[in-house]
């Protein structure tokens, strides 16, 4: 029997697809692929500074997992520098920690822990995207 592999709990996606290496509009080494989860630990740890186990708990996943997760995002995105290789970010098994909205009428974004009926908190208003 395939064991399954768990969803990981991610804060935030990126709100963008990658990066492209400046200067050049195609690269000859095409692109590496960083999942969501990777994009995630790499940000726990080398810019939120967050301890292996901290980020481990944050994400719902083993410290060893959380361990192979961030090694495979450092691996490739020293393949990206060293041989100018555009990021493209998305794919993987992830599930948002909590609901992310965008208010249409005062142009916010927020979380909520609830789905229902959710009103912007700052104009109270009601036209409201969800996981945008
Ligand atoms: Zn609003």
């Known amino acids: 029997m395939v064991r399954q592999k768990k969803h990981r709990l991610i804060q935030r996606a990126p709100s963008f697809g990658g990066f492209i290496p400046y200067g050049m509009q195609h690269t000859s080494s095409g692109e ?29 996943v083993s410290r060893p997992t959380f361990t192979r997760i961030y090694s495979s995002a450092r691996k490739k995105l020293a393949q990206a520098l060293v041989e100018v290789a555009a990021i493209r970010i998305g794919g993987g098994r992830i599930e948002m920690a909590t609901s992310w909205f965008h208010c ?25 995207n969800k996981n945008w």
Do not use: W
């Open 32 to 60: 590496v692929n960083l999942t969501f989860e990777e994009y995630e630990a790499f940000t726990l740890c080398d810019y939120e500074l967050l301890k292996h186990e901290e980020a481990a708990q944050l994400m719902g």
């Open 104 to 128: 249409l009428d005062c142009d916010v974004d927020f979380n909520s822990d609830s789905d229902k009926e959710v009103r912007c908190p700052l104009c109270s208003g009601g036209r409201i």
